[in-house]
């Protein structure tokens, strides 16, 4: 079965940085689009950043110019850099992958969410 791995989540004051990470194994293509995407207590999840096989990028609007995607594809490793976090950024962030864009019902596969905290 395919497994997203992810990792690097934790707790930052505000206009701190982390980068997550995730690892995608079990797959036997290359998937159109992989992504990040994040859901807060009482809110509904959304789109932060992906990227497709060309290295097309898109963002969510509050996260463009903080947010840095990239994906290392001899190693199937995808990364989302966050820089000077915010408060509203926190959430349980998701990997996913299959998809397309920042249209979460589009992706099929899923990984396991880390929990990212900002402090005022």
């Known amino acids: 079965q395919p497994q997203l791995a992810v990792s690097g989540g934790g707790s930052v004051q505000a206009g701190g940085s982390l980068r997550l990470s995730c690892v995608i194994s079990?797959?036997?293509?290359?998937?159109?689009?992989m992504g990040w995407f994040r859901q807060a207590p009482g809110n509904w999840r959304e789109g932060v950043a992906t990227?497709?096989?060309?290295?097309?990028?898109s963002f969510e609007r509050s996260v463009k110019g903080r947010f840095t995607i990239s994906q290392d594809t001899a190693k199937n490793t995808l990364y989302l850099q966050m820089n000077d976090l915010k408060p509203e950024d926190t959430a349980m962030y998701y990997c996913?992958?299959?998809?397309?864009?920042?249209?979460?019902?589009?992706?099929?596969?899923w990984g396991q969410g880390t929990q990212v905290t900002v402090s005022s």
């Open positions: 990227v497709d096989v060309d290295g097309i990028t």
């Open positions: 996913a992958a299959g998809g397309r864009s920042l249209e979460i019902e589009s992706y099929t596969y």
């Open positions: 079990g797959l036997t293509y290359r998937p159109y689009c």
